[in-house]
């Protein structure tokens, strides 16, 4: 592991791979969430936008919180800052923001104003949940993004000082205490 501009837009670009991922599990899963809920189809992609957005938080605050860990390694000699993490949320969200951006460029025209408004719902399908609870303006959906940094930047906080949610709530635990295996007795 180094600490080389390459390796971290690397590191940065696997946020972006995360995001991704969620954004075709999202376009999978839409037309069986469209069926279910026909009849008040804007409150099932609600829901599934929190689902989906679920899975993208802990997809990208478990790889987060492994890099810092790895990197913290005194034998990597890299030290690097606690905070290290939103550059690699930045670093994640800036393709998505290009992509975004690219979208007002192409030449819809006046009748296609939805269509545009559907590929930036698109683009961030992930978190259209927090987008619609903002507002239903246009803009809102770029800003949505900042949320990419910020999960990023709390997975590797929580590596670097060594602070897991699943240790923390002892979920864990109760799994453990079945588990364990009955002690034998000496044989005499």
């Known amino acids: 592991?180094?600490?080389?501009i390459k390796s971290q837009i690397k590191r940065g670009l696997k946020i972006t791979t995360d995001y991704l991922t969620t954004l075709v599990m999202f376009a999978i899963f839409l037309a069986i969430v469209m069926n279910v809920f026909k009849n008040n189809l804007q409150t099932g992609v609600f829901i599934f936008s929190?689902?989906?957005?679920?899975?993208?938080?802990?997809?990208?605050?478990t790889n987060m919180s492994e890099v810092a860990f790895k990197e913290k390694r005194p034998?990597?000699?890299?030290?690097?800052s606690p905070y290290k993490g939103f550059l690699y949320g930045v670093i994640g969200m800036l393709p998505v923001l290009?992509?975004?951006l690219v979208n007002y460029f192409i030449p819809y025209g006046d009748r296609l104003f939805t269509f545009e408004r559907r590929v930036l719902q698109g683009?961030?399908?992930p978190l259209y949940w927090l987008a619609s609870l903002i507002s239903d303006q246009s803009w809102v959906y770029h800003l949505v993004l900042l949320v990419i940094p910020i999960i990023a930047g709390?997975?590797?906080l929580?590596?670097?000082y060594e602070f897991y949610i699943m240790r923390r709530l002892k979920i864990f635990n109760k799994f453990n205490k079945a588990k364990k295996p009955a002690t034998k007795k000496p044989i005499p």
């Open 1 to 4: 592991m180094d600490n080389s």
């Open 50 to 61: 929190i689902i989906i957005f679920l899975v993208f938080f802990s997809m990208t605050y």
């Open 75 to 80: 034998q990597y000699g890299i030290h690097p």
């Open 98 to 100: 290009i992509l975004q």
């Open 123 to 125: 683009l961030t399908s």
């Open 154 to 156: 709390l997975g590797y």
């Open 158 to 160: 929580a590596g670097h």
